[in-house]
């Protein structure tokens, strides 16, 4: 029988707070950012992305970053 009780492992994500994500992804539309610091924005995210990829990162966190550069780029991209 399964023990949905059960103690989990930490995870990265514990103290991680998602309104910042939301914050990220709505506040050039709120503060109408020009075309140029969009672009400036999704480059650097791009990079973190590649960057967390290349670490030796656990799975999630690498997931996380290509997830949130994957918004917004369909939230912004051309």
Avoid: C, V
Wanted: proline fraction near 4%; charged fraction near 25%; aromatic fraction near 12%.
């Amino acid at each position: 029988m399964l023990n949905y009780n059960y103690h989990m492992a930490p995870s990265f994500f514990d103290d991680y707070d998602l309104h910042d994500d939301r914050e990220l992804l709505t506040l050039p539309r709120l503060q109408k950012w020009s075309g140029k610091q969009i672009h400036h924005l999704l480059e650097d995210m791009r990079k973190q992305a590649e960057l967390a990829n290349s670490l030796n990162i656990p799975m999630e966190a690498k997931a996380h970053y290509r997830d949130l550069f994957t918004r917004l780029i369909k939230t912004y991209g051309h």
